[in-house]
C-alpha cells in the first residue's frame, strides 16, 4: 500500500506564507511527477504545481512568481512553500503522485488534503 501524508497548511493573514509538505510511503519502486492541486468550495480541483524526477516545474499562472514546489527524491517528499498569500488561495491542497509500483503496476496516489485558509 501507499500513502501520501500531507503537512504545513493553516490560517495565515493575506502576504503571508505557508509550507506544505507532502510525504510517500509504502511499497515504491519509483515516483515520476509530484503535484499539488487545490480545491475550493463550489469549484473543481486544479493544479496548483508539478514538478518531474529531473525538477521540472509546471506552475498555474495564478500562483507563478509566488509559489515554489521542490522535492527530495530520497525522502519521497514534495514541498511547497507559498509566499505572498492571497484571500483567493484559500482552499484545500492535495498532494498527488504518480508512482511505480511494480515493473507491471503504475498508481496515481492522493493524499488527504491539507487546509489553508488565507485571512485577515
Known amino acids: 500500500q501507499v500513502q501520501l501524508v500531507e503537512s504545513g497548511g493553516g490560517l495565515v493573514q493575506p502576504g503571508g506564507s505557508l509550507r506544505l509538505s507532502c510525504a510517500a510511503s509504502?511499497?515504491?519502486?519509483?515516483?515520476?511527477?509530484m503535484g499539488w492541486y487545490r480545491q475550493a468550495p463550489g469549484t473543481q480541483r486544479e493544479l496548483v504545481a508539478a514538478?518531474?524526477?529531473?525538477?521540472?516545474?509546471n506552475y498555474a499562472d495564478s500562483v507563478k512568481g509566488r509559489f515554489t514546489i521542490s522535492r527530495d527524491n530520497a525522502k519521497n517528499t514534495v514541498y511547497l512553500q507559498m509566499n505572498g498569500l492571497k484571500p483567493e488561495d484559500t482552499a484545500v491542497y492535495y498532494c498527488?503522485?504518480?508512482?511505480?509500483?511494480?515493473?507491471?503496476?503504475?498508481?496515481?496516489?492522493w493524499g488527504q488534503g491539507t487546509q489553508v485558509t488565507v485571512s485577515s
Open positions: 498527488n503522485a504518480d508512482i511505480r509500483l511494480t515493473s507491471l503496476r503504475r498508481l496515481a496516489s
Open positions: 514538478i518531474t524526477t529531473g525538477g521540472s516545474t
Open positions: 509504502g511499497n515504491i519502486l519509483s515516483i515520476y511527477t
